[in-house]
């Protein structure tokens, strides 16, 4: 009995000598304990230099741009909205419109925006990395010729413009060319379209008023008539037949019954 106890305290002794050999040991505080095949990667991935983030193509990015204006006697008045985002970091000029005249520039909440005429663009010096709304006050002028009226629109390079354009007169034609008109109103002495243009291209517009001729207000009719009668009578019928000479005085009646 005393053998068989002295190796069975063998054999176990063995087998926990076994499983500690297999098992990891416990990191001190502070460190860790890695596989061989997991420290080998990365190391290798320590060695190779870390890939820098590519900039964008350009430093700024135009979205939008609507157009709200207004014929005043010979002048076009009325806002540019531009919207977009500054992407790079720092201060980045960005052109926002040209062939206008340029009243004021301010951004949301009535904050100044400073300008920069570069080569006949208006442009806009604003920090980033940031999103941008700037409004422009613009005039352009307006051409009368014989019989029509028109405006050359140039049209900020942006991803959409839009454009609303109000004309006096209610019996108004108007042509854009390129561009697409999409609504078309008349009220209050006024003609107000919406259409959409090519960004980048100058739009040109024309307009003629269409005058209306007034109705025709109709007259009371009066007139003279001569009625003559003749009476036939026969064995076995009578015979009527009468003659009338009427002369229209004064309006243009359609027709006479008798």
């Not at 839009?162 to 006096?168: D, E, H, M, Y």
């Not at 007034?214 to 003659?243: H, M, N, W, Y």
Request: glycine letters at 6%; hydrophobic letters at 40%; zero cysteines.
């Amino acid at each position: 009995m005393k053998t068989t106890w002295m190796m069975l305290v063998l054999i176990s002794s063995a087998t926990l000598w076994a499983q500690e050999k297999n098992v990891l040991p416990q990191p001190g505080r502070g460190n860790v304990t890695l596989t061989l095949d997991e420290y080998n990667r990365l190391t290798e991935l320590a060695s190779k230099p870390s890939k820098k983030p590519e900039p964008p193509p350009q430093a700024y990015s135009l979205k939008r741009a609507e157009l709200k204006l207004k014929v005043d006697n010979e002048t076009v008045l009325g806002t540019i909205q531009l919207q977009g985002e500054v992407l790079s970091k720092g201060v980045v000029k960005v052109p926002l419109a040209s062939g206008m005249t340029i009243l004021d520039a301010h951004q949301e909440a009535q904050k100044g925006v400073p300008l920069e005429l570069e080569n006949g663009t208006q442009t806009a010096v604003l920090p980033g990395p940031a999103e941008f709304s700037v409004t422009l006050d613009a005039a352009l002028p307006l051409r009368i010729d014989a019989g029509r009226a028109s405006v050359s629109l140039p049209v900020p390079s942006a991803g959409s413009a839009t454009l609303t354009l109000t004309i006096p007169g209610e019996h108004t034609a108007v042509n854009i060319s390129p561009g697409l008109i999409t609504n078309r109103t008349s009220e209050s002495g006024r003609t107000t379209i919406a259409a959409t243009l090519v960004p980048g291209h100058s739009a040109n517009l024309w307009w003629a008023t269409r005058e209306n001729a007034a109705p025709l207000v109709a007259r009371e009719v009066r007139f003279l008539a001569d009625l003559k009668t003749l009476i036939s009578v026969g064995e076995a019928q009578l015979s009527v037949a009468a003659l009338a000479d009427v002369a229209v005085v004064q309006g243009d009646p359609p027709q006479f019954e008798v």
